[in-house]
């Protein structure tokens, strides 16, 4: 489940089946932001962005140490930054999976 499309799903009714079925065609850079979703608040991650867009750029993984330090800051349990990419990859792994093909209904 996508927090975001969840929470547009009122107005987009079927838009998180089709952000999901889209996004599973997309390449990895696509799937970057996904596992920020599972623990960080927003608000942490926007101070996060905020602040790296002030200091300028920097590679992914600093952003994700950026992130967990400010994830702690904000009362938060620790996170290593490693745990984003693995997340990433389970993620994108089981949406990558073949699904079973529909059973008409008869």
């Known amino acids: 489940m ?3 499309m969840d929470r547009l799903s009122i107005q987009v009714p079927g838009g ?4 999901m079925d889209l996004l599973e065609k997309q390449p990895v850079a696509y799937w970057t932001q996904e596992p920020w979703l599972e623990n960080p608040k927003p608000e942490t ?3 996060t962005l905020v602040r790296t867009r002030n200091h300028g750029p920097c590679s992914l993984r600093k952003f994700e140490e950026h992130l967990c330090h400010e994830h702690m800051m904000a009362g938060g ?3 290593e930054p490693d745990a ?3 997340l990433r990859e389970e993620r994108l ?3 990558r999976k073949p699904k079973p093909a529909s ?3 008869g």
Do not use: G
């Not at 998180?16 to 952000?19: I, P, T």
């Open 93 to 95: 792994e089981a949406a």
């Open 16 to 19: 998180e089946k089709a952000f």
């Open 2 to 4: 996508n927090p975001l």
């Open 103 to 105: 059973s008409p209904i």
């Open 84 to 86: 984003f990419s693995k």
């Open 77 to 79: 349990q620790e996170l």
């Open 45 to 47: 991650i926007r101070t």
